[in-house]
């Protein structure tokens, strides 16, 4: 069965720091990948996603980034935390035209 | 943007009543779907509907869409204090891949 990891749970960090979140799948290949913000008591912004090794696509201009460097790991970057960029992040992975799987997610404060 | 908004935004009932929630929308889309998210956690999908689909069952979830009012219901009948949390509907209006748009969500709290 497939599985889908998402690390670190929660994470405070202070402005101007560096982030990297990251996110497996197992179990599956060639799936696609997201990442998601969601800020408090709201719903789910798409930030990327990527349909292969090295192909992302922002659906957001922001403070991220996010890079694909194996099929099943989806890393989540930013050189430099703003305050807003606080938030729950949410990694998903899916066949071609199926639901979303989605992981734990990462709180996130910058504080 | 969001192009599903959720209606109502919460929603509080007692253990065994029926519970209902609908979802706007804005452009055609391929297929609507639901999604559970307990507390501080991940999403759960529910339950998807094609846009040639008018209802859908599950256990005890009820979908119905109706594409030309652009907009969708679901239904949990004899609810359970475990079906507390957060219902989001999705729509994907995409042709290729699978890109979700999410409501802002409907808070539902069940009471024993």
């Known amino acids: 069965s497939q599985t889908i990891h998402q690390w670190p749970a929660t994470l405070v960090q202070p402005v101007g720091s560096p982030l990297s979140l990251e996110c497996t799948v197992e179990?599956?290949?060639?799936?696609?990948l997201y990442w998601y913000r969601q800020a408090a008591g709201r719903g789910l912004q798409l930030l990327f996603y990527?349909?292969?090794?090295?192909?992302i696509s922002s659906e957001v201009p922001q403070n991220l980034s996010a890079s694909r460097p194996q099929d099943r790991q989806f890393i989540l970057s930013s050189k430099k935390l703003l305050l807003s960029d606080s938030g729950f992040y949410l990694c998903?992975?899916?066949?071609?035209?199926?639901?979303?799987?989605f992981g734990n997610g990462t709180r996130l404060t910058v504080t | 943007s969001q192009q599903g908004e959720e209606d109502p935004q919460a929603l509080s009932i007692q253990e065994g009543e029926n519970a209902t929630m609908n979802c706007s929308y804005k452009t055609s889309i391929n297929n609507l779907q639901w999604y559970r998210q307990n507390s501080g956690r991940g999403l759960v999908h529910l339950i998807l509907i094609r846009s040639n689909e008018r209802e859908k069952h599950s256990g005890r979830l009820r979908v119905t869409l109706d594409t030309s009012k652009k907009s969708s219901s679901l239904l949990i009948t004899a609810s359970r204090a475990a079906d507390t949390a957060s219902y989001f509907c999705?729509?994907?209006?995409?042709?290729?891949?699978?890109?979700?748009?999410f409501g802002g969500g409907t808070r539902v709290l069940v009471k024993p």
């Open positions: 998903a992975w899916s066949p071609i035209k199926s639901p979303l799987h």
């Open positions: 990527s349909v292969g090794i090295g192909q």
């Open positions: 999705a729509t994907d209006a995409t042709t290729a891949g699978n890109k979700l748009t």
């Open positions: 179990g599956t290949s060639n799936p696609n």
